[in-house]
């Protein structure tokens, strides 16, 4: 069993940047590929950012890249997604899951979520 926190979310001017951490727990977080995701009221959850298990490969959704970074350290067990340049457009919860396979965290398939956290841009 893996247990996912997030955190760092939060209110932001357009424009602006916020850096959202995911603390896991386990002692095989490196085995595990990462990702964020985002779901906005109404819409359905979104790939944003994905990571293999070393951090040596990362993936991005179209809307995101070159604005968004994500990365990991395996000492703390511990995933970020560095936002910057951020459009309301961003506005959503933001969840962080884990999984053994990268390809599920590509798309809203993997074994392990957060519970979120709210990051809102304001124009």
């Known amino acids: 069993q893996v247990q996912l926190v997030e955190s760092g979310g939060g209110l932001v001017q357009a424009g602006g940047s916020l850096k959202l951490s995911c603390a896991a727990s386990?002692?095989?977080?490196?085995?595990?590929?990462m990702g964020w995701f985002r779901q906005a009221p109404g819409e359905g959850r979104e790939f944003v950012a994905a990571?293999?298990?070393?951090?040596?490969?990362?993936y991005y959704a179209n809307s995101v890249k070159g604005r968004f970074t994500i990365s990991r350290d395996n000492t703390k067990n511990t995933v970020y997604l560095q936002m910057n340049s951020l459009k309301p457009e961003d506005t959503a919860v933001y969840y962080c899951?884990?999984?053994?396979?990268?390809?599920?965290?590509?798309?809203?398939?993997?074994?392990?979520w957060g519970q979120g956290t709210q990051v809102t841009v304001s124009s």
């Open positions: 990571i293999t298990g070393s951090g040596g490969s990362t």
């Open positions: 899951a884990a999984d053994g396979n990268i390809i599920r965290v590509t798309t809203p398939t993997a074994k392990y």
């Open positions: 386990g002692r095989t977080f490196s085995s595990y590929a």
